[in-house]
């Protein structure tokens, strides 16, 4: 099934089901935080860019601008900052639930941006809505309450963008029931 963002117009496939997808990989806090966040786009044609990572045995991503500049061949740069701040904000919800010794939480995460004209008529990213629902019914989770109250504070993306853009976010359990305010 399809679903169009209202505000990006980003068609997505919704699953039918959440899945989780395997046991968490441990990785040392220290060495997160040592490590460089370094990418090389290298430009294919037109507005088509390979984005790499650095990372070994990961493909680099093509990214695209829609059409008429681009060809609309992959996700623009719009959708990539929308995808990071949902990326981010759904692995640190993961994570303050696991410190709570809650280990299989399945989620579905879905963001849309909403895209304004500055003063200048250029078009900026003028916020960012961001639903994450839980697989699970809230009542069964250990400490639901404290792990919300903190994980949007552990976002390294969120807490950077919201500096320029508003960013709301609200979790959902399995029976659509608001678990934030």
Sequence with gaps: MQRDGPHTGIAMKTPTSIEPIGPAQQVPLQSMMDEANHVTLVLHDAYRFAVDFGLPGAAALLSDVKPPLGRGAGPDSEQLLVA?????LSSSLL????KFRNEAVPMRTTADATLSRNAQGRLRVAGIEVAIRLGVAGSTLRQLDRALAQFEDFCVVTQSVRAAIPVEVRV??????????
């Design 84 to 88: 990071a701040v949902a990326n981010c």
């Design 95 to 98: 994570f303050s639930l696991r």
């Design 172 to 181: 959902f359990d399995d029976s659509g029931a608001l678990l934030t305010t």
